[in-house]
């Protein structure tokens, strides 16, 4: 069974720029989650996503970030423009819908805003 | 609101030897499930090893067992025999049963030393 895919793995942006996450889930994990880890903190969801609707999206800063699930498979995070303090590991998790037992992570990607 | 502590920021200890990383949490909630993730510097969060709330038996997966206090809301990792390739974060988190979504500690850094 593949894993949870994302790219890029690495990403070194100025503030103020844009910059797009991807994450493509396990063929048939319903459920898709956008986490937030900065240098030495836990994750913190951002957003998740049942098929294409959004469940939660309460701890995304919607000034700035965006998120979008097409057609309920591939999914996109978006910053624009960035600031210093998006710094951090950004990782997709996917899994069957009412199973936390099922999650599975992403390698992720490591965001610097210089 | 739930939170998960990790109160030991990091550990250091010789190969072979036992280890105990701490975790407390707080929540209102009787069904919910605990999990310790382990990311090493791939970033990839890999399950180690889960507990139901419901169940007294206390998990055990190899040389990853927990101790699982429901009243005092605790729930520590021992790692026995520790190995050169358990270097690595390990998280304690938490999620209410149902629910898809996950809630991570802080983090502790475990160093394994040859």
């Known amino acids: 069974e593949a894993g949870v895919a994302q790219s890029p793995r690495y990403k070194i942006i100025e503030k103020r720029q844009s910059v797009a996450f991807w994450c493509n889930p396990i063929?048939?994990?319903?459920?898709l989650y956008w986490y937030q880890q900065i240098l030495g903190q836990g994750p913190k969801l951002l957003i998740q996503?049942?098929?294409?609707?959004?469940?939660?999206d309460s701890q995304l800063p919607k000034d700035r970030f965006s998120a979008e699930r097409l057609k309920g498979v591939d999914s996109t995070l978006k910053i624009q423009p960035a600031k210093l303090e998006d710094s951090a590991v950004y990782l997709c998790?996917?899994?069957?819908?009412?199973?936390?037992?099922?999650?599975?992570f992403g390698s992720g990607t490591r965001l610097t805003v210089v | 609101a739930q939170t998960v502590t990790q109160s030991q920021p990091e550990m250091s200890v010789q190969e072979a030897e036992t280890v105990t990383l701490s975790c407390t949490y707080d929540?209102?909630?009787?069904?919910?499930?605990l999990f310790w993730y382990k990311q090493p510097p791939s970033r990839q969060m890999i399950l180690v090893i889960r507990?139901?709330?419901?169940?007294?038996q206390n998990a055990t997966e190899n040389r990853f067992s927990v101790n699982f206090q429901k009243a005092a809301k605790s729930f520590s990792l021992k790692i026995s025999d520790s190995q050169l390739g358990d270097t690595a974060m390990y998280f304690c988190?938490?999620?209410?049963?149902?629910?898809?979504?996950?809630?991570f500690g802080k983090g502790t850094r475990l160093h394994i030393l040859p």
């Open positions: 998790a996917s899994s069957p819908v009412g199973d936390s037992y099922g999650y599975t």
């Open positions: 063929s048939g994990h319903a459920t």
């Open positions: 996503f049942q098929n294409n609707g959004v469940v939660d």
């Open positions: 929540t209102s909630e009787n069904n919910y499930y």
């Open positions: 507990q139901e709330a419901y169940k007294q």
């Open positions: 988190a938490f999620t209410v049963y149902r629910d898809d979504k996950i809630i």
